[in-house]
């Protein structure tokens, strides 16, 4: 069983910066592609950055430029490097790991933008 772990939310004022980091408990890690999601309040989840284990990435349009996704294959972690915040980036974010068996989801990391 595959359990991922996320931190590094937080609140944060617009035009800040924060960074996820999401850590997988095996090192199926290194053959799985990642993605970032998140979910504000009343919202459906939706994708905010994708990378596969070649380390190709693809970014919804409201985060590109702002957002950066990476992973280090060693540590078994993917992270989310997040800059000029804005308050619609408001939400839980949630990491998920897609395998070729099932995918697994994180529990989540609040970040808040707000003055």
């Known amino acids: 069983q595959v359990q991922l772990v996320e931190s590094g939310g937080g609140l944060v004022q617009p035009g800040g910066s924060l960074r996820l980091s999401c850590a997988a408990s095996?090192?199926?890690?290194?053959?799985?592609?990642m993605g970032w999601y998140r979910q504000a309040p009343g919202k459906q989840r939706e994708l905010v950055a994708l990378?596969?284990?070649?380390?190709?990435?693809n970014y919804r349009d409201s985060v590109k430029g702002r957002f950066t996704i990476s992973r280090d294959n060693a540590q078994n972690t993917v992270y989310l490097q997040m800059n000029s915040l804005k308050p619609e980036d408001t939400a839980v974010y949630y990491c998920?790991?897609?395998?070729?068996?099932?995918?697994?989801w994180g529990q989540g990391t609040q970040v808040t933008v707000s003055s």
């Open positions: 990378i596969t284990s070649g380390g190709s990435t």
């Open positions: 998920k790991m897609f395998t070729v068996v099932r995918d697994y």
């Open positions: 095996q090192n199926i890690f290194s053959i799985a592609s």
